[in-house]
Protein backbone atom coordinates (compact mmCIF):
# COMPACT_ATOMS: atom_id res chain seq x y z
CA UNK A 1 0.00 0.00 0.00
CA UNK A 2 1.30 3.41 -0.66
CA UNK A 3 1.46 6.00 2.27
CA UNK A 4 -1.79 6.61 1.45
CA UNK A 5 -4.70 5.33 -0.06
CA UNK A 6 -5.38 8.88 -1.82
CA UNK A 7 -4.20 12.38 -1.72
CA UNK A 8 -4.79 14.36 1.50
CA UNK A 9 -6.66 16.55 -0.52
CA UNK A 10 -8.91 14.04 -1.98
CA UNK A 11 -9.79 12.69 1.07
CA UNK A 12 -11.30 15.64 2.57
CA UNK A 13 -13.40 15.42 -0.54
CA UNK A 14 -14.19 11.60 -0.59
CA UNK A 15 -17.63 10.26 0.25
CA UNK A 16 -18.92 6.51 0.89
CA UNK A 17 -19.18 4.38 -2.01
CA UNK A 18 -20.98 1.66 -0.23
CA UNK A 19 -24.47 1.99 -1.55
CA UNK A 20 -27.22 2.06 1.40
CA UNK A 21 -30.01 -0.06 1.56
CA UNK A 22 -33.52 1.62 1.61
CA UNK A 23 -34.63 -0.46 4.41
CA UNK A 24 -31.75 -0.09 6.58
CA UNK A 25 -33.49 2.18 9.47
CA UNK A 26 -36.43 -0.86 9.36
CA UNK A 27 -34.26 -3.57 9.42
CA UNK A 28 -32.15 -2.45 12.46
CA UNK A 29 -35.60 -1.03 14.42
CA UNK A 30 -36.67 -4.65 13.89
CA UNK A 31 -33.71 -6.06 15.25
CA UNK A 32 -33.25 -4.16 17.86
CA UNK A 33 -36.52 -4.37 19.56
CA UNK A 34 -36.71 -8.36 18.79
CA UNK A 35 -33.26 -7.85 21.00
CA UNK A 36 -34.94 -5.57 23.50
CA UNK A 37 -37.94 -8.19 23.83
CA UNK A 38 -35.57 -11.17 24.57
CA UNK A 39 -33.35 -9.71 27.20
CA UNK A 40 -33.35 -10.99 30.76
CA UNK A 41 -32.65 -9.20 33.84
CA UNK A 42 -28.99 -8.33 34.17
CA UNK A 43 -26.20 -9.72 36.76
CA UNK A 44 -23.64 -8.14 38.48
CA UNK A 45 -20.96 -9.72 40.55
CA UNK A 46 -18.66 -7.89 42.79
CA UNK A 47 -14.90 -8.75 41.37
CA UNK A 48 -11.58 -8.50 43.83
CA UNK A 49 -13.21 -5.53 46.06
CA UNK A 50 -9.80 -5.80 48.37
CA UNK A 51 -7.64 -5.40 45.47
CA UNK A 52 -9.54 -2.68 43.84
CA UNK A 53 -10.36 -0.75 46.31
CA UNK A 54 -11.31 2.65 46.71
CA UNK A 55 -13.42 1.95 42.88
CA UNK A 56 -16.19 -0.26 42.65
CA UNK A 57 -15.53 -3.24 40.14
CA UNK A 58 -18.07 -5.73 39.49
CA UNK A 59 -18.32 -8.95 36.51
CA UNK A 60 -21.75 -7.99 34.44
CA UNK A 61 -23.65 -10.62 32.72
CA UNK A 62 -26.31 -8.83 30.26
CA UNK A 63 -28.52 -10.26 27.12
CA UNK A 64 -27.03 -8.93 23.73
CA UNK A 65 -28.60 -10.30 20.37
CA UNK A 66 -30.99 -12.71 20.39
CA UNK A 67 -31.03 -12.96 24.27
CA UNK A 68 -27.24 -14.18 24.17
CA UNK A 69 -25.66 -13.29 27.33
CA UNK A 70 -22.59 -11.46 27.53
CA UNK A 71 -19.74 -9.98 29.51
CA UNK A 72 -18.36 -7.45 30.89
CA UNK A 73 -17.05 -5.16 33.61
CA UNK A 74 -18.51 -1.94 35.18
CA UNK A 75 -16.00 0.23 37.28
CA UNK A 76 -16.98 3.14 39.29
CA UNK A 77 -15.13 5.48 41.81
CA UNK A 78 -16.41 5.52 45.27
CA UNK A 79 -19.33 7.56 46.21
CA UNK A 80 -22.80 6.98 45.58
CA UNK A 81 -24.12 9.90 42.88
CA UNK A 82 -24.90 9.27 39.35
CA UNK A 83 -21.99 9.59 37.32
CA UNK A 84 -21.55 9.67 33.77
CA UNK A 85 -20.36 6.23 31.67
CA UNK A 86 -18.35 5.49 29.46
CA UNK A 87 -18.87 2.36 27.28
CA UNK A 88 -15.46 0.35 25.84
CA UNK A 89 -15.27 -1.47 23.30
CA UNK A 90 -12.41 -3.72 22.31
CA UNK A 91 -10.64 -4.01 18.87
CA UNK A 92 -10.55 -7.04 16.48
CA UNK A 93 -9.48 -10.35 18.40
CA UNK A 94 -9.47 -8.58 21.61
CA UNK A 95 -12.01 -9.76 25.11
CA UNK A 96 -12.64 -7.54 27.95
CA UNK A 97 -9.72 -8.43 29.55
CA UNK A 98 -9.00 -7.60 33.22
CA UNK A 99 -10.31 -4.44 35.09
CA UNK A 100 -7.04 -3.19 35.83
CA UNK A 101 -6.48 -2.76 31.85
CA UNK A 102 -10.10 0.02 32.15
CA UNK A 103 -8.96 1.72 35.51
CA UNK A 104 -7.81 5.72 33.84
CA UNK A 105 -11.66 6.93 33.48
CA UNK A 106 -12.90 5.84 36.75
CA UNK A 107 -10.05 7.10 38.29
CA UNK A 108 -10.56 10.49 36.81
CA UNK A 109 -14.61 10.27 38.12
CA UNK A 110 -15.94 8.65 34.95
CA UNK A 111 -17.86 5.64 35.73
CA UNK A 112 -17.01 2.74 32.94
CA UNK A 113 -18.61 -0.35 30.86
CA UNK A 114 -16.73 -2.51 29.24
CA UNK A 115 -18.28 -5.38 26.43
CA UNK A 116 -16.99 -7.97 25.64
CA UNK A 117 -16.43 -9.26 22.30
CA UNK A 118 -18.65 -12.89 21.74
CA UNK A 119 -16.29 -15.22 20.26
CA UNK A 120 -13.29 -13.10 20.23
CA UNK A 121 -10.68 -12.43 23.02
CA UNK A 122 -7.99 -15.38 21.79
CA UNK A 123 -5.13 -13.21 21.01
CA UNK A 124 -4.14 -10.38 22.52
CA UNK A 125 -7.01 -9.83 25.27
CA UNK A 126 -8.44 -12.49 27.10
CA UNK A 127 -12.40 -12.87 26.50
CA UNK A 128 -15.08 -14.71 28.12
CA UNK A 129 -18.21 -14.57 25.78
CA UNK A 130 -19.42 -17.23 23.03
CA UNK A 131 -20.73 -16.66 20.21
CA UNK A 132 -23.88 -18.18 20.45
CA UNK A 133 -25.24 -17.57 16.63
CA UNK A 134 -25.84 -19.40 13.66
CA UNK A 135 -23.12 -20.56 11.15
CA UNK A 136 -23.64 -20.97 7.64
CA UNK A 137 -20.53 -22.86 5.60
CA UNK A 138 -17.58 -22.09 5.23
CA UNK A 139 -15.60 -19.32 6.78
CA UNK A 140 -12.14 -17.95 6.66
CA UNK A 141 -10.77 -18.05 10.23
CA UNK A 142 -11.70 -15.10 12.37
CA UNK A 143 -14.71 -14.16 12.61
CA UNK A 144 -15.03 -11.46 9.13
CA UNK A 145 -16.91 -13.98 6.84
CA UNK A 146 -19.02 -15.49 9.61
CA UNK A 147 -22.65 -15.74 8.33
CA UNK A 148 -21.28 -13.31 5.52
CA UNK A 149 -24.13 -15.12 2.77
CA UNK A 150 -27.19 -13.09 5.02
CA UNK A 151 -27.47 -9.70 7.01
CA UNK A 152 -29.99 -11.58 9.80
CA UNK A 153 -26.64 -14.53 9.99
CA UNK A 154 -23.75 -12.38 9.87
CA UNK A 155 -21.33 -11.99 12.56
CA UNK A 156 -21.22 -8.11 13.15
CA UNK A 157 -24.95 -7.95 13.11
CA UNK A 158 -25.02 -9.79 16.28
CA UNK A 159 -22.45 -7.62 17.53
CA UNK A 160 -23.72 -4.49 16.69
CA UNK A 161 -26.95 -5.68 18.77
CA UNK A 162 -24.69 -6.24 21.59
CA UNK A 163 -22.84 -3.00 21.72
CA UNK A 164 -26.81 -1.30 21.02
CA UNK A 165 -27.75 -3.46 24.18
CA UNK A 166 -24.71 -2.58 26.15
CA UNK A 167 -25.83 1.59 25.65
CA UNK A 168 -29.17 0.79 27.39
CA UNK A 169 -27.69 -1.79 30.30
CA UNK A 170 -25.04 1.18 31.07
CA UNK A 171 -28.06 3.64 31.29
CA UNK A 172 -29.30 1.42 33.80
CA UNK A 173 -26.26 0.07 36.34
CA UNK A 174 -25.94 1.28 39.61
CA UNK A 175 -24.91 4.89 39.86
CA UNK A 176 -25.06 5.66 36.33
CA UNK A 177 -26.36 8.93 34.85
CA UNK A 178 -28.74 8.32 31.94
CA UNK A 179 -28.54 11.32 30.38
CA UNK A 180 -24.53 11.24 30.10
CA UNK A 181 -23.48 8.18 28.39
CA UNK A 182 -20.63 8.09 26.11
CA UNK A 183 -19.50 5.20 23.62
CA UNK A 184 -15.58 4.84 22.75
CA UNK A 185 -13.19 2.10 21.05
CA UNK A 186 -10.19 1.76 18.48
CA UNK A 187 -10.39 0.21 14.96
CA UNK A 188 -13.48 -2.55 15.60
CA UNK A 189 -14.22 -0.79 18.95
CA UNK A 190 -14.32 2.51 16.85
CA UNK A 191 -16.72 0.80 14.73
CA UNK A 192 -18.29 -0.14 17.78
CA UNK A 193 -18.72 3.12 18.67
CA UNK A 194 -20.35 4.37 15.71
CA UNK A 195 -23.19 1.71 15.28
CA UNK A 196 -24.11 2.03 19.42
CA UNK A 197 -23.85 5.55 18.36
CA UNK A 198 -26.18 5.84 15.64
CA UNK A 199 -28.48 2.63 16.54
CA UNK A 200 -28.91 4.05 20.44
CA UNK A 201 -28.63 7.80 19.14
CA UNK A 202 -31.24 9.06 22.01
CA UNK A 203 -29.21 7.73 24.55
CA UNK A 204 -25.42 8.30 23.19
CA UNK A 205 -23.82 11.85 23.90
CA UNK A 206 -20.73 11.75 23.27
CA UNK A 207 -18.89 9.49 20.67
CA UNK A 208 -15.33 8.73 20.52
CA UNK A 209 -13.91 6.48 17.68
CA UNK A 210 -10.14 6.21 16.81
CA UNK A 211 -9.04 4.49 13.49
CA UNK A 212 -12.23 2.85 12.98
CA UNK A 213 -12.91 -0.46 11.23
CA UNK A 214 -15.59 -1.64 9.27
CA UNK A 215 -16.41 1.57 6.93
CA UNK A 216 -17.03 2.67 3.60
CA UNK A 217 -16.70 -1.73 3.41
CA UNK A 218 -17.58 -2.21 -0.48
CA UNK A 219 -14.35 -0.03 -0.88
CA UNK A 220 -12.55 -1.50 1.99
CA UNK A 221 -12.26 -4.74 0.93
CA UNK A 222 -11.10 -4.24 -2.15
CA UNK A 223 -8.53 -1.77 -1.29
CA UNK A 224 -7.47 -3.31 2.24
CA UNK A 225 -4.10 -4.98 2.23
CA UNK A 226 -3.89 -6.31 5.31
CA UNK A 227 -6.14 -8.71 7.83
CA UNK A 228 -9.08 -8.47 8.82
CA UNK A 229 -10.19 -6.66 5.55
CA UNK A 230 -8.28 -9.70 3.87
CA UNK A 231 -10.25 -11.88 5.33
CA UNK A 232 -13.24 -11.52 3.09
CA UNK A 233 -11.27 -10.67 -0.10
CA UNK A 234 -9.28 -14.43 0.05
CA UNK A 235 -12.88 -15.54 1.11
CA UNK A 236 -14.20 -14.26 -1.84
CA UNK A 237 -11.73 -15.54 -3.95
CA UNK A 238 -12.67 -18.56 -3.53
CA UNK A 239 -16.52 -18.02 -3.79
CA UNK A 240 -17.22 -16.21 -6.72
CA UNK A 241 -20.90 -17.28 -6.26
CA UNK A 242 -21.26 -15.48 -3.04
CA UNK A 243 -19.75 -11.77 -3.68
CA UNK A 244 -23.10 -10.67 -4.73
CA UNK A 245 -24.74 -11.42 -1.12
CA UNK A 246 -21.65 -11.08 0.34
CA UNK A 247 -21.76 -7.86 -0.83
CA UNK A 248 -24.86 -6.95 0.24
CA UNK A 249 -24.87 -7.85 3.43
CA UNK A 250 -21.87 -5.63 3.87
CA UNK A 251 -24.38 -2.39 3.43
CA UNK A 252 -26.28 -3.43 6.51
CA UNK A 253 -23.27 -2.95 8.75
CA UNK A 254 -21.50 -0.28 6.96
CA UNK A 255 -20.55 2.28 9.84
CA UNK A 256 -20.31 5.00 6.62
CA UNK A 257 -24.12 4.56 6.44
CA UNK A 258 -25.32 3.94 9.85
CA UNK A 259 -22.95 7.56 10.77
CA UNK A 260 -25.84 9.78 9.31
CA UNK A 261 -27.60 8.78 12.40
CA UNK A 262 -25.65 9.81 14.91
CA UNK A 263 -26.18 13.03 17.27
CA UNK A 264 -23.64 12.41 19.54
CA UNK A 265 -20.32 14.84 19.68
CA UNK A 266 -18.47 12.74 17.71
CA UNK A 267 -14.00 12.53 17.83
CA UNK A 268 -12.61 10.76 15.41
CA UNK A 269 -8.89 9.63 14.84
CA UNK A 270 -7.06 8.54 11.99
CA UNK A 271 -3.41 7.67 10.71
CA UNK A 272 -2.99 8.60 6.83
CA UNK A 273 -0.37 5.52 7.06
CA UNK A 274 -2.90 3.01 8.36
CA UNK A 275 -2.86 -0.07 5.74
CA UNK A 276 -5.26 -1.97 8.26
CA UNK A 277 -7.60 0.37 8.07
CA UNK A 278 -7.67 3.19 4.90
CA UNK A 279 -8.03 6.45 5.89
CA UNK A 280 -10.02 7.01 2.90
CA UNK A 281 -12.85 4.79 4.83
CA UNK A 282 -12.14 6.74 8.14
CA UNK A 283 -12.78 10.09 6.14
CA UNK A 284 -16.29 8.59 4.56
CA UNK A 285 -17.41 7.62 7.78
CA UNK A 286 -16.63 10.82 9.29
CA UNK A 287 -18.07 12.83 6.15
CA UNK A 288 -21.64 11.14 7.06
CA UNK A 289 -21.74 12.52 10.58
CA UNK A 290 -24.19 14.74 11.04
CA UNK A 291 -23.81 16.09 14.39
CA UNK A 292 -21.01 18.20 15.77
CA UNK A 293 -17.55 16.28 15.10
CA UNK A 294 -13.99 16.82 15.22
CA UNK A 295 -11.13 14.31 13.88
CA UNK A 296 -7.51 14.20 14.85
CA UNK A 297 -5.44 13.66 11.70
CA UNK A 298 -1.65 12.12 12.49
CA UNK A 299 0.41 12.45 8.88
CA UNK A 300 2.53 9.50 10.10
CA UNK A 301 -0.02 7.66 12.13
CA UNK A 302 -0.28 4.13 11.19
CA UNK A 303 -3.03 1.56 12.69
CA UNK A 304 -2.37 3.73 16.08
CA UNK A 305 -2.94 6.89 18.24
CA UNK A 306 -0.43 9.01 19.01
CA UNK A 307 0.21 9.29 23.07
CA UNK A 308 -1.31 12.41 23.58
CA UNK A 309 -4.24 11.58 21.40
CA UNK A 310 -5.88 10.50 25.49
CA UNK A 311 -5.51 13.77 26.52
CA UNK A 312 -7.70 15.23 23.37
CA UNK A 313 -10.29 12.35 24.62
CA UNK A 314 -10.30 13.95 28.25
CA UNK A 315 -10.86 17.08 27.33
CA UNK A 316 -13.63 16.08 24.64
CA UNK A 317 -15.45 14.11 27.49
CA UNK A 318 -15.18 16.85 30.08
CA UNK A 319 -16.39 19.87 27.62
CA UNK A 320 -19.52 17.70 26.69
CA UNK A 321 -20.04 15.31 29.47
CA UNK A 322 -19.49 17.15 32.56
CA UNK A 323 -21.21 19.83 33.90
Known amino acids: ?58 DVEFSGAHGHRVRGWYLRPPGDGPLPVVVTYIGYGGG ?17 FVMDSRGQGGRWSVGATADAGPGTGPEHPGVMTKGIASPEDYYFT ?11 VAAELPG ?31 CHSDVPFLCDLHRAVRIGTTPPYTEISDFLAQH ?21 RITAHTLFSVGLM ?19 KEITVSPFGKHTTPTSHVETQLRHLRNHLTP
Open 96 to 112: RGLPAQHTLLPSLGFAT
Open 158 to 168: RLYLDAARAVD
Open 240 to 260: DALVPVAMDTLRYVDCALLAR
Open 1 to 58: MPVVDMPEEDLLRHRVTTPEPGDLDEWWATRLAKTTAAATPVVLTPHEPDLYRPLSVY
Open 274 to 292: DETCPPSTVYAAYHEVRAP
Open 176 to 206: ADPGRIAVTGGSQGGALALAAAALRADRVKV
